[in-house]
């Protein structure tokens, strides 16, 4: 069993920037697939970035490609979110979400466990 923890969220202004990070405990996290996902009031969760946690493999989505960087710490077992420029369009709940087995991947069935979320808010 793996429990994911995130925290860091916020409230910041259109242009500024935020990083939240993603504490994991349990079992061994060292071949899972790691992804931030997001949902906003009324739509559905989307993908926003994921890391392979042995490689460091990284994908974001084009929304955010430029801006967002994900990254770990393997000691730690934490993984991090950075978020720059942010955009009125990126306020949501920001969720942690980890895969047992397999890459991470932009459909949110595929993933095993996940955290509870933390509150993104950009203000214009």
């Known amino acids: 069993q793996v429990q994911l923890v995130e925290s860091g969220g916020g409230l910041v202004q259109a242009g500024g920037s935020l990083s939240v990070s993603c504490a994991a405990s349990?079992?061994?996290?060292?071949?899972?697939?790691v992804g931030w996902f997001r949902q906003a009031p009324g739509k559905k969760r989307e993908f926003v970035a994921g890391i392979l946690w042995y490689s460091g493999i990284t994908s974001y989505a084009d929304s955010v490609k430029g801006r967002f960087t994900i990254s770990r710490v393997n000691a730690e077992k934490t993984v991090y979110l950075q978020m720059n420029s942010l955009k009125s369009e990126d306020t949501a709940v920001y969720y942690c979400a980890a895969r047992s087995s397999g890459p991470p991947d932009q459909s949110p069935s595929l993933y095993d466990y996940w955290g509870q979320g933390t509150q993104v808010t950009v203000s214009s």
């Open positions: 349990g079992r061994t996290f060292t071949t899972y697939g």
